[in-house]
């Protein structure tokens, strides 16, 4: 039931808008969403006029290769052990064993392509290669570990074209999908 309802706001938000805008997202969608402009959108935070830690819903310069108008499925938010409540775009959580486990497996790593897509440039950013990084991870944690020296957030994409890629890529959400919360069933990115 939960996730009709979100469909049906999800489509009924895109179509009243004739567009996805992330400023326009409530709070709850925002992250890991793309605008139709391809843009990715990124939650903030700002205290209101009363000091209150409020949050609020940005369109980023990060730019998604071959999505636009994308909301992120409840399966693959799970399945990538990602947060929807996370703030700002940032290659921090790479660090995290137990994050890197979740976005390798074959779970979010084969059917989540717009999570993948956001990783694999984040781990680009800080000269890592995930399909490497989730090798090593299987591995040894240590090495996948050792080959990320973070310093914060990116501070922005590198091209998908960068890195090798398989044949199958996603294909892109266009504005007359019929649910723009599906995750594509191509894997993005091969594991050797």
Known sequence: MKMIIFLAFALFLQGSLGELVCEELPVGLCSFSIASSGKRCLLETFASNDGTLEFQCK??????IN???????DECVSAC????????ISS????????????CSPQCYQNCPNIVDLYYNLALGEGAFLPDL????????????????????????VSAAAGPKSAAAPAPASSGSSSPVDCAPAPMYSIQ
């Open 81 to 88: 052990g990602i947060d929807r409540k996370s703030v700002g």
């Open 134 to 157: 989730c090798k090593s991870q299987r591995t040894s944690l240590r090495r996948s570990m050792a080959q990320i020296q973070s310093s914060g957030a990116a501070l922005g994409p």
């Open 67 to 73: 999505l636009h108008e994308y909301i992120e499925a």
């Open 59 to 64: 369109t980023s310069e990060v730019v998604a």
């Open 92 to 103: 921090d959580s790479l660090l995290d064993s137990q994050f890197t486990a979740k976005l």
